[in-house]
Every structure is written in structure tokens, then in C-alpha cells.
Nanobody, 121 residues
Framework: VQLQAFGGGLVQAGGSLRLSCVAS??????YGWFRQAPGKEREFVAV???????YYTDSVKGRFTISRDNAKNTLYLEMNNLKPEDTAVYYC??????????????????WGQGTLVTVSS
């Protein structure tokens, strides 16, 4: 299983970006996005589970949308109204994670390489 994330970049506050994560190999129940800002621990951003159930961390609700194209085996994160505090390296992850652990990074065994998102004020 391989995950490859891309789509990061530099954007002004209030702008938008779409991250993509192309997966190869078997499919999983949960596909998520996590992020890690400089000097901070990796944190949960969003997850899509069983193809339709979506969960978000509170700070991105209403601004970010997670989706997945099953035919292309590609995960997306549409990010709107970006804020400087969204600056981080964003990682995609996949795994057969039970519902109560979908926001826990240690529950995922397959990770992409990360893509940097920088939001300027």
C-alpha cells in the first residue's frame, strides 16, 4: 500500500487549496488527513469512513471538506477560508480503524509523505 499526497503550497489568508492523496493497493474503511505544525504534535483534521461518513476537527468545520473518489482511489481535502493557523505539513492516512479511534494518528498504519501548506497573513 502506498499513499502519495500533493497539492500543498503558499496561499494568502482567506484563500483555498485542494489536497489530493493517491492510494495504491487495497482499500480501507477509513481515510484521513492529519497535520503537523512546526513544534507541535500531529493532529487530526478530517476522516471519511465507510465511503460516506465524514468527521472533522472543530477548527476546520465549515471550511474544509473531505471526499474520496473511489474509482480513482484518491482522497481529497478541499480547504477554504484558510487561516495562518492552518499552516502545517498535511499527511494522508489509511487504515481499518474503528470509529472510536478515527481521530487517533497511532491507529493508522499507512501514511503519505506529507505536503506543506503555508498560509500567509
Amino acid at each position: 500500500v502506498q499513499l502519495q499526497a500533493f497539492g500543498g503550497g503558499l496561499v494568502q489568508a482567506g484563500g483555498s487549496l485542494r489536497l489530493s492523496c493517491v492510494a495504491s493497493g487495497r482499500t480501507f474503511r477509513s481515510y484521513g488527513w492529519f497535520r503537523q505544525a512546526p513544534g507541535k504534535e500531529r493532529e487530526f483534521v478530517a476522516v471519511i469512513r465507510d465511503r460516506t461518513r465524514r468527521y472533522y476537527t472543530d477548527s476546520v468545520k465549515g471550511r474544509f471538506t473531505i471526499s474520496r473518489d473511489n474509482a480513482k482511489n484518491t482522497l481529497y481535502l478541499e480547504m477554504n477560508n484558510l487561516k495562518p493557523e492552518d499552516t502545517a505539513v498535511y499527511y494522508c492516512a489509511a487504515g481499518d480503524v474503528i470509529l472510536s479511534y478515527v481521530s487517533a494518528s497511532e491507529a493508522y498504519h499507512h501514511w503519505g509523505q506529507g505536503t506543506l501548506v503555508t498560509v500567509s497573513s
